[in-house]
């Protein structure tokens, strides 16, 4: 088989293969967003973590390099009420820590911050006009999101169920990701904040290609080319990877982490609130173990984070993970230690044999 069983996303992104970048803040910048893309696949840059002059000089380095469809990822949650009980008790929880690694529990601590999609960013867009445009955790407001349509943007955003797909597609996606359990970092989940009724892709997928009429992309661990065999056996138009890419040279990965990725087992993982205050699915650490997975006083998203940032700054040059947020999904085992543009065509070419093969 030369051809795929469905191309309505290559269609619609104007891209050659349905293998899509996974927006992973922090380790994904404009080299990887360019690899993947001249691979002709779908090069997503994440923005979350990122201001808009940032923003700015990435795109700029994207666009001098190539010519092809991206991605532009936004996160649209509401800004946290700062609540300093639950500070309080979140700082005391850490405490302990705080004396052990010999920082002041008293200190003063940064505050950690994602922007949510606002007009600033909205004012790229209009600017740079990517081809696509996705959000997590829902959508913007309408005149934003209206805005970014008037541009020609494709917009996609991700569901964790089958009512939040519906919803998508009423509010006008031209595509939905179905994010299963499985998927690493956080969880999409935006109109229901019980993350232990969500369900895993192999269930998830196949009930929203029924529930919607846009082209579904399927995401949560998948890892190789059975992965994306079964995504398309279930109704989907394309897969969305982000475990898989972390493993590339590109990845801005510490080493720890990286190294934490290579001995990653099928159970190492699980969905904790303790490093932003916000579902997530990362390998399991010492902070893990001791205070989560989920944790009643960890601060609003994305605040608890603040209190981890002292924490990290002196046990990670020792070598240690024990506070770091070591992101990952379900498939960690499968990854392959190669170039980003070489992955995308090797995941479509194996692919396609096995698609050959059926």
Not at 69 to 83: E, G, R
Not at 126 to 135: A, G, R, T
Not at 168 to 197: N, P, V
Request: one cysteine or more; glycine letters at 8%.
């Amino acid at each position: 088989m030369k051809t795929w069983p469905d191309n309505r996303i290559q269609t619609l992104f104007g891209i050659e293969l349905p293998i899509i970048l996974a927006p992973m803040a922090g380790p994904v910048l404009s080299d990887m967003v360019i690899a993947v893309a001249e691979a002709g696949g779908l090069g997503s840059l994440p923005c979350a973590l990122l201001n808009a002059e940032q923003i700015r000089s990435e795109l700029n380095l994207i666009r001098q390099r190539t010519a092809r469809p991206i991605n532009l990822n936004f996160f649209c949650h509401k800004p946290p009420k700062i609540d300093a009980n639950r500070e309080n008790e979140w700082r005391k929880r850490l405490a302990p820590y705080y004396l052990e690694l010999g920082v002041d529990p008293k200190a003063p601590i940064p505050m950690s911050n994602r922007t949510p999609f606002d007009a600033a960013m909205c004012d790229l867009v209009e600017e740079f006009k990517p081809e696509v445009v996705s959000f997590h955790f829902g959508l913007p407001h309408r005149k934003l999101l209206d805005r970014v349509a008037a541009t020609g943007a494709k917009i996609i955003s991700s569901a964790t169920s089958v009512e939040e797909a519906i919803w998508l597609e009423q509010e006008g996606c031209d595509a939905i990701i179905a994010q299963g359990a499985e998927a690493g970092g956080h969880q999409a989940t935006f109109l229901r904040d019980d993350i232990s009724r969500q369900i895993g892709t192999m269930a998830l997928v196949p009930q929203v290609v029924d529930a919607v009429n846009v082209p579904v992309i399927a995401a949560g661990g998948i890892g190789d080319a059975r992965g994306i065999v079964a995504a398309f056996a279930l109704g989907a138009s394309a897969v969305q990877l982000g475990t898989a890419y972390l493993f590339c040279p590109e990845a801005k990965l510490p080493p720890i982490h990286r190294e934490a990725l290579r001995k990653a087992k099928s159970d190492d993982t699980v969905l904790t609130n303790v490093f932003t205050g916000r579902p997530a699915r990362g390998i399991v650490n010492r902070l893990i173990r001791e205070v989560g997975p989920m944790s009643d006083v960890a601060p609003e998203f994305p605040l608890a984070g603040g209190a981890l940032a002292p924490l990290r700054f002196k046990s990670e040059p020792t070598g240690s993970g024990d506070f770091m947020s070591l992101w990952s999904g379900q498939a960690a085992a499968l990854g392959r230690e190669l170039p980003a543009g070489e992955l995308t065509k090797l995941l479509a070419e194996e692919t396609l044999a096995k698609l050959a093969a059926c």
